[in-house]
Structures are given as structure tokens and as C-alpha cells.
């Protein structure tokens, strides 16, 4: 079933995403991980919302500096508990099995260790969206900044179990780089090829390249692609010291 939600990308700082779901329903306004508020309250004052709530998946800087003028404008912040001092501008600390919501739309909070401790994603299983910060990326995954390649693994395993039709928005474009890495990772997947083209051609036409699909990543991911915690451990720390 399409999803009712509008959803708006916001480009921020050099590379970050910044996503404005809005139910014309309710005409409720939520902004998942503002890493500046600028862009955001021009977004929105563009097309005359405002914004009820802050959704954060973590708590680096680049996903919440902007959430202290936007709840300065009437907004709550939910955001990880497990990050709670990290995130002083936080209303509602969120854990595993959480929800919040926006109008009628429920988001499911799944707990996703390892680019942060306590990092969250967002999961709207009725409409088929997932938000995913830093944890998954289109054709790759975050960095290992507090965590372990067991952990991540984990997370990856839990995504790739959500239907492939569910809509990845995920919190930077990453996905060239990410794709020049993918196709040493598996050299024999076509589909990594091909989408490699696909995604190197939008860039060069000024376009983004996501949201994404969990169907896609399960395509073409290597990190979601993989099969064990070493394979997985392996191909991490072999990006890690990338230079594509
Ligand atoms: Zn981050
Ligand atoms: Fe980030």
C-alpha cells in the first residue's frame, strides 16, 4: 500500500539528507535529523507546514545542530535514550519497540548499535518507509564509530529481513563512493555494476541518489550482502581504508 506521507528531501552541509515527512491528514510536519535548521525552516516555509516534531536517529552533530532552533519554533525532540546526554535539546528518549507517531502513521523504533551506541532507526511498517541515519546506506553502511562488526552484522541481518518495497531514507549521499567500493567487494555481482553506472550519472547530473529500496540494497549492498560477521568484518575495514 503507497503511503498518504509527503516526504521531502532537504540537501545540508556538504553531503547529509535531511528528510521532511509530512501527513496532509493531520498536516503534521516531522524533520528526521536536522543537521542545521536553515534549509529546514525554508523548506517548510516554502510550502506553509510547520514543524511538530524532531525524529534523531543519533547523536553526532551532523544529524541534530539544527534541532535547537526548530524546537525553539514549538517542536519536541524525540531521539535514542541510550544517547540522552549527548542529546540535551531531547524530549523523549526512544528504545527498542518504541513508537511515535505522526497523525495516524506509526513509526516503529529499532535499535541499531554500532555507528553510534545507541543509535535508532525509524521503521513505518503500514506505509513501508524506513529511516535509516548512519546505519544504512544506499549501497553501503556506517561506519564502526562505537560499536562492533558482530553488532552491525546484526543490523543488517534485521534490515534486510524488511520487505523489499519498504522506501530507504537514509542520511547521506555516500552512494558513489560507496559504489566504487561495492564493485571490488563483489566483482562477480552485475547488479553492483550496473547500479554503479546508474548512480555515477546521476552525480554527475547534480542528482541525488536516494531514497533507495531495501529490495535494491539486498541487490547490491555488500554490507547488507553479507553472510557471516567475518565476511562482514572484512568488507567494513576494507571501506574503511578505501580511497575510491
Ligand atoms: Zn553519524
Ligand atoms: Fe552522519
Avoid at 544529524?63 to 541510550?82: C, F, L, Q, R, Y
Avoid at 553502511?141 to 546484526?154: D, I, Q, V, Y
Wanted: with cysteine; aromatic share 6%.
Amino acid at each position: 500500500m503507497a503511503t498518504d506521507l509527503e516526504i521531502v528531501r532537504v540537501a545540508a552541509l556538504s553531503d547529509n539528507y535531511v528528510w521532511l515527512i509530512h501527513d496532509p491528514v493531520s498536516d503534521e510536519t516531522v524533520v528526521v535529523d536536522p543537521s542545521e535548521a536553515a534549509p529546514v525552516i525554508a523548506a517548510v516555509a516554502q510550502r506553509g507546514w510547520t514543524i511538530s516534531q524532531i525524529w534523531n536517529t543519533h547523536w553526532h552533530f551532523d544529524h541534530t545542530d539544527g534541532n535547537a532552533e526548530i524546537k525553539a519554533m514549538g517542536a519536541k525532540v524525540s531521539g535514542p535514550a541510550a544517547e540522552a546526554e549527548r542529546i540535551p535539546t531531547l524530549d523523549t528518549g526512544l528504545r527498542e519497540g518504541d513508537s511515535v507517531r505522526i497523525g495516524k502513521h506509526v513509526a516503529s523504533v529499532i535499535e541499531t548499535p554500532g555507528h553510534t551506541a545507541g543509535h535508532i532507526v525509524f521503521h513505518m511498517a503500514e506505509d513501508a518507509l524506513l529511516f535509516s541515519g548512519d546505519t544504512l546506506f544506499a549501497m553501503g553502511c556506517g561506519r564502526l564509530t562505537e560499536g562492533s562488526p558482530a553488532e552491525m552484522f546484526g543490523n543488517m541481518q534485521r534490515l534486510a529481513a524488511l520487505p523489499d518495497e519498504t522506501i530507504v531514507y537514509c542520511a547521506h549521499e555516500y552512494t558513489v563512493s560507496n559504489g566504487r567500493y561495492a564493485v571490488i567487494a563483489e566483482p562477480d555481482n552485475r547488479a553492483v555494476a550496473d547500479r554503479l553506472h546508474v548512480v555515477e550519472a546521476q552525480r554527475a547530473a547534480g542528482e541525488a541518489t536516494v531514497p533507495t529500496t531495501i529490495g535494491t540494497e539486498r541487490a547490491t549492498n555488500p554490507f547488507l550482502r553479507a553472510t557471516s560477521v567475518e565476511q562482514f568484518a572484512d568488507r567494513r575495514a576494507a571501506k574503511d581504508a578505501f580511497r575510491g
